[in-house]
């Protein structure tokens, strides 16, 4: 069903986060497809099954991870450890959403 829903929006490419070696396999045939050799940027929640590394793996060089996660999330030195090049973030929605209500609860 909600697979359906987003392909009805018009969305090309598809996976679950159920299981991280599908979720990987399927991200990879999506890039050869294309023709691409990496994703620009991650908006990461995920930390089990090792999601961080598996979609590190998928970005492009200089690429931006972005993570809205709370548990399980790596610091900016892991990050700089495992891949220098990447511009990390950790973004904090929730607080983001307190310290400015107008903004999102219009």
Known sequence: E?????????????TSTRNGQ???DDMKQFLKEQGIDGIDVV??????????PRSLALL???G???EIGKRGIWSHEQ???ERPDVMYEKI???TMMDLEEWRYNA
């Open 79 to 81: 990050m700089r450890a």
């Open 22 to 24: 599908k979720f990987e």
């Open 43 to 52: 908006l990461n929640s995920l930390s089990h099954d090792d999601y961080i």
């Open 60 to 62: 492009r060089k200089g």
């Open 64 to 66: 931006r991870f972005m």
């Open 92 to 94: 904090a929605a929730d």
């Open 2 to 14: 909600k697979h359906a829903y987003l392909r009805g929006l018009g969305v090309k490419y598809i």
